[in-house]
T-cell receptor, first 113, second 114 residues
Framework: SAVISQKPSRDICQRGTSLTIQCQVDSQVTMMFWYRQQPGQSLTLIATANQGSEATYESGFVIDKFPISRPNLTFSTLTVSNMSPEDSSIYLC??????????FGDGTRLSIL | AQSVTQLDSQVPVFEEAPVELRCNYSSSVSVYLFWYVQYPNQGLQLLLKYLSGSTLVESINGFEAEFNKSQTSFHLRKPSVHISDTAEYFCAVSDRGGSYIPTFGRGTSLIVHP
């Protein structure tokens, strides 16, 4: 199974700034995803990171706020832009192949002051 | 579209007691089913999966889940829990042959007391 490294593991940021989260997979994978997990809640899919093309965003999430890159089959980044306290959350990267379970990174715990 | 309901937000239990974490799903098509576990300050780890074949699936650490199509359930069970099983457990469902992107339940916090 794929091993996923995510960094930073946690950060405390100032309101109005941006943070880029990196996700590295130890093997080539077709599908990579970004999720948000708010305290005490389940996972909400932000977007599917597509290699070589624009990410596919879920309802309620927009590219201007959460730009995503996927330059190759092993790496993706998520940027949280112009942060506000409402963006305080855990951000999780996952990866996998179709019809197989996804594997997750350890997440980035983000707090906005 | 599919949905997942985990009926219990929190399940307290004593060590060595049996436990069942409930999961019901709804979908208009055939599904794959998963249980993930999240330990404190970690990401989600796959605990077990139902893709096809036997409806009873087992994990290496003693958990099992049974796919019940008629009741649209995939409850997770363990006959004797350990303190180390304390974690958040998420049930997830995805469509066969569809986008494959899973839908997660809200999670059940299993708290094992000594």
């Amino acid at each position: 199974s794929a091993v996923i490294s995510q960094k930073p593991s946690r950060d405390i940021c100032q309101r109005g700034t941006s943070l880029t989260i990196q996700c590295q997979v130890d093997s080539q994978v077709t599908m990579m995803f970004w999720y948000r997990q708010q305290p005490g809640q389940s996972l909400t899919l932000i977007a599917t990171a597509n290699q070589g093309s624009e990410a596919t965003y879920e309802s309620g999430f927009v590219i201007d706020k959460f730009p995503i890159s996927r330059p190759n089959l092993t790496f993706s980044t998520l940027t949280v832009s112009n942060m506000s306290p409402e963006d305080s959350s855990i951000y999780l990267c996952s990866a996998g192949e179709s019809n197989q379970p996804q594997h997750f990174g350890d997440g980035t715990r983000l707090s906005i002051l | 579209a599919q949905s997942v309901t985990q009926l219990d937000s929190q399940v307290p239990v004593f060590e060595e007691a049996p436990v069942e974490l409930r999961c019901n799903y709804s979908s208009s098509v055939s599904v794959y089913l998963f249980w993930y576990v999240q330990y404190p300050n970690q990401g989600l780890q796959l605990l077990l999966k139902y893709l096809s074949g036997s409806t009873l699936v087992e994990s290496i650490n003693g958990f099992e889940a049974e796919f019940n199509k008629s009741q649209t359930s995939f409850h997770l069970r363990k006959p004797s829990v350990h303190i180390s099983d304390t974690a958040e457990y998420f049930c997830a469902v995805s469509d066969r042959g569809g986008s494959y992107i899973p839908t997660f339940g809200r999670g059940t916090s299993l708290i094992v007391h000594p």
